[in-house]
């Protein structure tokens, strides 16, 4: 027993200053790394930085500093380090093959967060879907189609394909065309149709809206009709317009051509 004491009263001499030391560390680092999170926190808002990204590099930057104050003080306590570095990046690299697809997703997510292709209630055409961008995350980015489906689209593949952003100038071309018989007068067809542009409520007047000829096509000559809108109105002009241009050539008496030999064979 007394050889006991002996041993524990030395070990306890001998490392008393060892666990003081490391404790008085921990707790000293664990408000430095508080006082450096806030320092960083309030840097990002100073740069405006998206909330989101804010978020998870406050985070990142969290469990970064712990993992090094952990590893300096156990080394502190003479525990030897490097076997648990070793198994750390081991465990790191494992985690990363594991998870590369989401780190995928996550850098593109940094990236579209970072270098803003497009922002919430924007219009984008990406991966095939059309929609309003609903919300933008780490991971993916969701957007509800004009049948209002959400469409979850991870980021990785979506920062490394093509983006057609259609609000970003605020103002979208519509693009109708509309055929008319060889045997209509060309001048007055074009004054028809520029009259319904020029009376929609909901088309610019800056850029012009254009109506010209386009096609000589088999049947019909056909027209460009090229109204201006916002980017809101564009299918509220896209369906007037097209119904107008039928309304206002039916009433100047202007043809519109379709297509005989269906007709015959249904005749038949």
């Not at 003080?73 to 003479?78: E, R």
């Not at 519509?174 to 319904?196: A, C, F, N, P, S």
């Not at 542009?197 to 000589?216: I, Q």
Request: aromatic share 8%.
């Amino acid at each position: 027993m007394e050889n006991y004491l002996t041993s524990a009263k030395t070990l306890l001499l001998e490392y008393s200053p060892k666990v003081l030391y490391a404790l008085a560390m921990l707790i000293f680092g664990w408000y430095a790394i508080k006082f450096i999170l806030r320092l960083t926190n309030k840097l990002l808002n100073s740069r405006h930085v998206d909330k989101t990204l804010q978020t998870f590099l406050g985070n990142l930057l969290g469990w970064v500093l712990k993992a090094l104050l952990l590893i300096a003080v156990i080394s502190k306590l003479g525990v030897d380090t490097t076997a648990l570095a070793a198994v750390m990046a081991a465990a790191g690299l494992g985690l990363g093959l594991a998870l590369q697809g989401s780190l995928a997703n996550f850098a593109g997510g940094v990236l579209i967060i970072l270098f803003k292709p497009f922002r919430v209630d924007d219009i984008i055409d990406a991966q095939g879907e059309i929609g309003v961008v609903k919300d933008i995350q780490l991971f993916t980015t969701q957007i509800i189609t004009p049948t209002n489906k959400r469409v979850i689209i991870p980021n990785g593949i979506l920062a490394n394909d093509n983006i057609v952003n259609l609000s970003a100038e605020g103002t979208l071309r519509v693009d109708l065309t509309i055929g008319v018989g060889y045997g209509e007068d060309i001048k007055q067809t074009k004054e028809v149709l520029m009259q319904v542009l020029t009376s929609h409520p909901k088309v610019l007047k800056n850029p012009l809206p254009t109506v010209d000829v386009s096609e000589l096509a088999d049947s019909s000559v056909n027209f460009a009709v090229r109204p201006w809108c916002n980017v809101e109105d564009y299918w509220a002009v896209y369906f007037g317009i097209t119904e107008n241009c039928k309304l206002a050539l039916d009433a100047a008496g202007i043809e519109i051509p379709y297509p005989h030999s269906v007709e015959i064979q249904k005749k038949g």
